[in-house]
Nanobody, 121 residues
Framework: QVKLVESGGGLVQSGGSLRLSCAAS????????MGWFRQAPGKEREFVAA????????DYADSVKGRFTISRDNAENMVYLQMNSLEPEDTAVYYC??????????????WGQGTQVTVSS
């Protein structure tokens, strides 16, 4: 079992930045691929970013490439999502995800409760 707890969401103006954190506990964290999904009001949950267990493979949705950066600290059991140049279209609940194979489609093996990100225009 893996427990994921997100933090760092909030309200930010367009063009601003936020850094989301995800704290993992339970099974060997470094064995899991990690990533982020988001769900905006009235829309389906969508893939945002993913990072493999030793950070060799990183993937982003086209909509966030060049603006978001995913990283992980296996020693601290943490995953981060640095979000820059935020746009109102980035407003959503962001979910941390863990999977033994790859994070790309929903549902992953494990996910957190989500953290709200609101970008005002």
């Amino acid at each position: 079992q893996v427990k994921l707890v997100e933090s760092g969401g909030g309200l930010v103006q367009s063009g601003g930045s936020l850094r989301l954190s995800c704290a993992a506990s339970g099974r060997a964290f470094s064995s899991f691929a990690m990533g982020w999904f988001r769900q905006a009001p009235g829309k389906e949950r969508e893939f945002v970013a993913a990072i493999s267990w030793i950070s060799h493979n990183i993937d982003y949705a086209d909509s966030v490439k060049g603006r978001f950066t995913i990283s992980r600290d296996n020693a601290e059991n943490m995953v981060y999502l640095q979000m820059n140049s935020l746009e109102p279209e980035d407003t959503a609940v962001y979910y941390c995800a863990a999977d033994l194979v790859v994070v790309r489609t929903w549902p992953p093996d494990y996910w957190g409760q989500g953290t709200q990100v609101t970008v005002s225009s």
